[in-house]
């Protein structure tokens, strides 16, 4: 009896970490995954283009992570990177914000744009960086994409954009909306003059951000489980007084109901549209 009491209490505490060992162990060296509660090393998760091991769930990338798991080695040519926001509205302790987010991410804004090549393929990319005050599209996110795609329309250039984005930047008020139509505007030139559009929505896409650029792709694509959408699922439902679908707003409910030509997960995206460019490339006509 005693025995059995002993050697239970012997594995209750052997299975204690005592505060030597946590203090050992180096911080962020594993990650849990929010979906499936799973832990892995977080180097192994970094490797998988942080995608879960386990489960696929797709981690949010910063916008450098994401250039470089997409964009050939060594070919990336960053444009217009000195672009900072002001604060035209005077929005009190805007500037104090900007400035902050700067500081954390190493960011100027909230979107990178650049000249780079896809396995072999030249494009002009732009990537929205969740990080930066959500990615909220202010004047310098509108006015960067739009220099991007006047820059692939002068270089007769695909272009693609990864968007991430929770909406309008408030404290730009009208200035902020304008950058829809703005965007819009240089992508219907471009789509003219024969450009292609892709365009690839991540977690999450959202607000005039969705309601924009980021639906007039020529190629509409997404993340697996990526948040796409305008208002949010609370908001619509308060108003139309119904319960929505469990999967509402996401990607595979978008792909469902045909507002998206795919979904594609991270690890295939770089084959896949190589695929696309690959099909849109001018073919040289055999002489006969």
């Known amino acids: 009896m005693l025995k059995d009491i002993f050697t239970k209490q012997k594995k209750k505490y052997a299975t204690i970490p005592s505060e030597k060992s946590k203090q050992e162990v180096p911080e962020g060296i594993m990650t849990k995954c ?11 998760l970094n490797k998988n283009l942080k995608v879960c091991l386990h489960c696929e769930y797709h981690y949010p990338m910063k916008a450098w992570e994401r250039i470089q798991s997409f964009i050939d080695e060594d070919t990336f040519e ?9 604060n035209p509205l005077q929005f009190p302790g805007y500037e104090e914000k900007i400035e902050k987010d700067q500081q954390k991410t190493g960011l100027n804004e909230a979107i990178i744009t650049g000249i780079g090549n896809v396995n072999g393929i030249k494009v ?7 990080h930066f005050r959500m990615a909220s599209m202010g004047s310098v996110v509108g006015e960067k994409i739009t220099l991007a795609v006047e820059k692939a329309d002068e270089l007769s250039l695909p272009f693609i954009i990864f968007t991430a984005s929770g909406g309008a930047r408030m404290q730009e008020g009208i200035l902020s909306l304008m950058q ?39 190629y509409n694509l997404a993340e697996p489980g990526a948040l796409i959408g305008f208002a949010g699922k609370r908001v619509i439902e308060q108003t ?4 929505l679908p469990e999967d509402f707003q996401t990607a595979e409910f978008q792909l469902n109901h ?14 896949q549209v190589t695929t696309i460019l690959d099909i849109h490339q001018p073919k040289e006509v055999p002489e006969w």
């Open 78 to 86: 960053e444009i217009n990177a000195g672009m900072v926001s002001g």
């Open 240 to 243: 139309i007084r119904e319960e």
């Open 258 to 271: 045909g507002q998206l030509d795919a979904v594609i997960p991270r690890l295939e995206l770089k084959d």
């Open 180 to 218: 829809m139509a703005k965007t819009s505007v240089a992508l219907k030139r471009f789509s003219d003059h024969g450009g292609l559009f892709i365009s690839f929505m991540t977690q999450p896409t959202t607000g005039g951000v969705s309601a924009s650029f980021a639906s007039l792709g020529d």
């Open 34 to 44: 929010p979906n499936c509660k799973k832990i892995m090393y977080t180097r192994e």
């Open 124 to 130: 002009v990319v732009a990537v929205m960086d969740s």
